[in-house]
């Protein structure tokens, strides 16, 4: 017997535009009914209420006291300085005009010294920073002014920020 030779297929053929179009058309669907969540990253802080910063023991109106030549003597705020160099790592610190390096032991002896003294009435720190200074860094400033107590024994709360040169 003789076998039968089977006709040959022919190659299938896939239509290729018509699959595109149908992709697009399911990327179109998605992208436009996507609905992403509001706030994806909220963080919920708890920050203190607003304090004034200088303590006003009388109940005149502020700039109504002619005779005040120093408005900035009832401040009781401490300015720390923390400068950056160009790869945005500590350089500089300065406790008030005091030059420190960039030392965080020097900036915690002197912090501590200063707002454990009974004679100096700081009892809040700003921290003037750099906006080139790196997170990280900043954070090992904050721990520095987050471990100090005041004359009275209390802890230091009273931390506020300013964006410095």
């Known amino acids: 017997m003789r076998k039968r030779k089977k006709p040959r297929q022919e190659a299938v053929e896939l239509n290729v535009t018509a699959m595109l179009d149908m992709a697009f058309q399911l990327l179109a669907f998605f992208i436009l009914t996507f ?14 209420l607003p304090q004034p910063v200088a303590n006003v023991h009388s109940g005149e109106a502020a700039g109504t006291n002619q005779l005040n030549a120093n408005p900035l003597a009832m401040l009781n705020t401490l300015v720390i300085t923390a400068v950056a160099n160009k790869s945005g790592a500590l350089e500089q610190l300065a406790l008030g005009e005091t030059a420190m390096g960039n030392s965080l032991a020097a900036l915690d002896g002197r912090l501590s010294r200063i707002l454990k003294d009974k004679g100096n009435a700081f009892d809040q720190v700003v921290i003037q920073v750099d906006s080139r200074l790196r997170y990280e860094e900043l954070m090992r400033v904050i721990d520095v002014c987050t471990r100090q107590k005041l004359s009275d024994g209390k802890p230091l709360t009273r931390l506020s920020f300013a964006e410095g040169a």
Do not use: D, F, G
């Not at 609905?35 to 203190?48: D, G």
């Open 35 to 48: 609905r992403p969540a509001p706030v994806e990253a909220q963080v919920l802080l708890h920050m203190p």
